[in-house]
């Protein structure tokens, strides 16, 4: 099925260093949004953007629907251990309420 | 409130059995979504209902694959018969879609193993 190109695919990082991905896509999506998914459970909701050129913020996470519509990034300041996980971004194509995710970045927090 | 919950969370079967997963979605939420969760990949859509009505099942392989939500409220995914390829996570979800699409929000998952 159709997937959207996420990077990098995983980073390994220093505990208090910052973490920035991307994603992006071939279509123009109204909506991105960004979750989180620890091992054995369901992806949950870190953020959601639906403007271009929005930057919204959740605690040390800022994210941003970008000027084309076609990509979204997602910056994780000071990480921390718990920061430890999959991140998945989410676009839904304009007009409609499907939405395709991306393949995920895997994050790891050395302490 | 309560989340989206599914069941089984674990099944094992054999290869040609049947197989059935349950989802009770968020209260309230009108648009439920199965998605297929590859190892190392991401959800991938298998169908979405809006109410009770199925509006997206291009990636659901009919021939073996059938969905309900009766009512517009609960939902069960069935799988028959079971193939080693369908060994995987089955995630549910769910939202209230008004007007602006609404983000989802996801249950647990059942792993799906096919010997």
């Known amino acids: 099925g159709q997937q959207l190109n996420q990077s990098p695919q995983s980073m390994f990082i220093q505990e208090g260093e910052d973490v920035s991905m991307n994603c992006t896509s071939s279509s123009i999506f109204n909506t991105w949004l960004w979750y989180k998914q620890d091992p054995g459970e369901g992806p949950v909701l870190l953020i959601a953007?639906?403007?271009?050129?929005e930057l919204t913020s959740n605690g040390r996470l800022t994210a941003q629907f970008g000027i084309t519509r076609k990509d979204s990034f997602l910056n994780i300041s000071a990480s921390i251990p718990s920061d430890v996980g999959i991140y998945f971004c989410?676009?839904?194509?304009?007009?409609?309420?499907?939405?395709?995710f991306g393949t995920g970045t895997r994050l790891k927090v050395l302490a | 409130e309560a989340g989206v919950v599914q069941s089984p969370r674990y099944k094992i079967i054999e290869k040609k059995q049947p197989v059935a997963f349950w989802c009770n979605p968020i209260s309230g939420h009108n648009t439920l979504y199965w998605y297929l969760q590859n190892l190392g990949q991401g959800p991938e859509l298998l169908i979405r209902?809006?109410?009770?009505?199925?509006?997206?099942d291009s990636q659901l392989p009919k021939d073996r694959f059938s969905a309900e939500r009766l009512k517009g409220v609960d939902s069960t995914l069935k799988i028959q018969p079971a193939e080693l390829g369908d060994s995987a996570v089955y995630l549910c979800?769910?939202?209230?879609?008004?007007?602006?699409?609404?983000?989802?929000?996801f249950g647990n998952g059942t792993r799906l193993t096919v010997t």
């Open positions: 209902y809006e109410n009770e009505e199925a509006v997206d």
């Open positions: 979800a769910s939202s209230f879609q008004t007007g602006r699409p609404a983000p989802l929000h």
């Open positions: 953007l639906y403007k271009a050129g």
């Open positions: 989410a676009g839904s194509v304009s007009g409609t309420y499907k939405y395709i």
